[in-house]
């Protein structure tokens, strides 16, 4: 009777001691580094000693596993999932303590997700749940000169494995700016996410170096890459030959430097053949000063202009005069068979030259490219070489032009532009429809700059 009694009120002391109880974990999600340790946890409060209960642990996922078992006293592995073998602890001492917190050690990205803290005995239950992210930082990124491209610039890779979460991968130029990727590839797996970026740069003078940049919240890892100029004057000489098959790995691209080295001299000479004919087509060319922009000044013999800083005086603004522009046409029109002539541009930090569509408008600004009736080379900022095709071409010149030739073939769609003083090719615009339109030369000496610029533009005699 005694003991009954006895029994009945320990019970329900221990009934109303479990009823205030509660259980706590983490407001938030915790996050934590792969490779790292991470405490899970989860306690009662008011603190009792949670020694006698059963503790357990379950990851949440498609069907719960058992992460920890702690009951009858004693930690049981029997059932534990395999990949959480050896990796979990609960401290008895915490225990005693109500702390049924969980120690996961050595992190995987693959431990990422929700897992519930359970507690129990014979009078009291309750649970709660944790939800952790394994940020891992991923390999260095690596990065491969993958091929050339058609436009003269070389394709990079930039590759990294093992990220979670999702990383931003950039390219960035020497001073750190954000350059255009042309393509960037994430793929997820059981070690996290792997990125691939390609870009294409091109050759920017003084130094050619790229960085590739992968960023996660708390953390960022770069690699750099430097391209000598060679590797892009190698190419200036093979445009035109299509660049086979991707070359991968640098060993592969020794190979082909060697190998376009080769081809590069052959290739030099029917270049050099080939304009040699072009120049066979020369004509004369001059400038139609009623199309000049106001401050333009034409010679008096129609081959040369000038930027200047004051307007001419007595000029009319007909329909035909350029006012938006300092440029200036050429007299005469061409609407069959081929053409050539020649342009000085010595001395001067910026120029555009080229043909135009005939009846282009001169009085306010349009895209100056291929499907409004441009075809132009230009050089912006001493150096930067630019073709102005339906998207911009940055062009990579070994030396600085100083006569340019424009070859025009009507029938083919063809405007070509050459290093006069080297025999090289500049740029071409390949397979237009003329058809029906008359095209005109064009010239534009751009701004003077402060004297900078202040060379003129000439149309020479045809230089041997
Ligand atoms: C609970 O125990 C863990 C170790 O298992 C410890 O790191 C943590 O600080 C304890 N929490 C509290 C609230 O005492
Ligand atoms: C448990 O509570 C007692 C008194 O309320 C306090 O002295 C002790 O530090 C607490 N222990 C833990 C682990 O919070
Ligand atoms: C261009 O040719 C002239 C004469 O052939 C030469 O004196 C000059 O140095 C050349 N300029 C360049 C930039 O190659």
């Not at 005069?321 to 069959?336: A, E, M, N, W």
């Not at 441009?374 to 900022?381: I, K």
């Not at 006069?420 to 740029?427: C, D, R």
């Not at 004297?451 to 533009?457: D, E, M, Q, S, W």
Request: aromatic share 10%.
């Amino acid at each position: 009777m005694i003991i009954c009694v006895t029994l009945l009120t320990l019970y329900s002391f221990m009934k109303s001691q479990s009823e205030g109880l509660k259980l706590f974990g983490p407001e938030t999600s915790l996050t934590a580094v792969a490779g790292q340790d991470l405490v899970l946890p989860c306690f009662i409060k008011p603190n009792i000693s949670a020694v006698d209960m059963t503790v357990k642990w379950l990851r949440l996922k498609d069907a719960a596993s058992l992460v920890h078992l702690y009951k009858d006293h004693e930690n049981r592995i029997e059932n534990q999932a395999q990949s959480y073998r050896g990796r979990t602890s609960l401290d008895i001492k915490e225990l005693q303590k109500g702390n049924a917190s969980l120690k996961l050690s050595a992190l995987r990205v693959s431990d990422e997700g929700r897992y519930k803290c359970l507690l129990e005995d014979k009078f009291w239950y309750d649970d709660i749940t944790v939800q952790i992210i394994v940020e891992a930082r991923g390999g260095h990124p690596v990065i491969t000169l993958e091929s050339y491209d058609n436009s003269g610039g070389i394709n990079l890779v930039c590759e990294s494995r093992g990220w979670n979460p999702e990383p931003k991968v950039l390219w960035l130029d020497r001073e750190r700016s954000p350059l255009p990727a042309k393509d960037t590839q994430i793929h997820r797996d059981a070690e996290g996410f792997s990125v691939k970026c390609c870009i294409i740069v091109y050759d920017h003078s003084n130094s050619n170096r790229f960085y590739c940049r992968l960023l996660q919240q708390h953390h960022m890892i770069e690699a750099e890459v430097i391209i000598s100029r060679n590797i892009f004057n190698v190419w200036k000489w093979v445009v035109g030959i299509s660049i086979t098959a991707g070359l991968i790995g640098l060993g592969i691209i020794l190979m082909g430097v060697i190998y376009h080295k080769k081809v590069s001299k052959l290739q030099k000479q029917t270049l050099k053949a080939d304009f040699i004919r072009k120049k066979r087509f020369s004509v004369d060319v001059t400038l139609d000063p009623d199309t000049a922009y106001p401050r333009l000044r034409v010679s008096a013999n129609e081959k040369a202009v000038t930027y200047e800083d004051i307007e001419q005086e007595n000029l009319s603004d007909t329909p035909q005069r350029y006012t938006y522009y300092p440029c200036v046409l050429g007299k005469q029109r061409f609407f069959s068979g081929r053409f050539y002539y020649e342009v000085e541009v010595r001395g001067k930090t910026e120029w555009t030259l080229g043909v135009v569509r005939e009846n282009i408008y001169r009085k306010e600004w349009i895209p100056w490219k291929p499907l409004n009736g441009f075809w132009l080379v230009e050089l912006r900022n001493e150096n930067r070489y630019r073709a102005l095709d339906d998207h911009v071409v940055r062009l990579t010149l070994r030396e600085k032009v100083e006569k340019v030739g424009v070859f025009v073939d009507y029938e083919e769609g063809l405007v070509s532009f050459y290093d006069v003083n080297t025999s090289s090719h500049i740029y071409s615009f390949t397979d237009q429809s003329f058809s029906i339109i008359k095209l005109c030369p064009f010239f534009c000496p751009r701004y003077n700059d402060n004297g900078k610029n202040a060379a003129p533009l000439i149309i020479t005699a045809l230089s041997e």
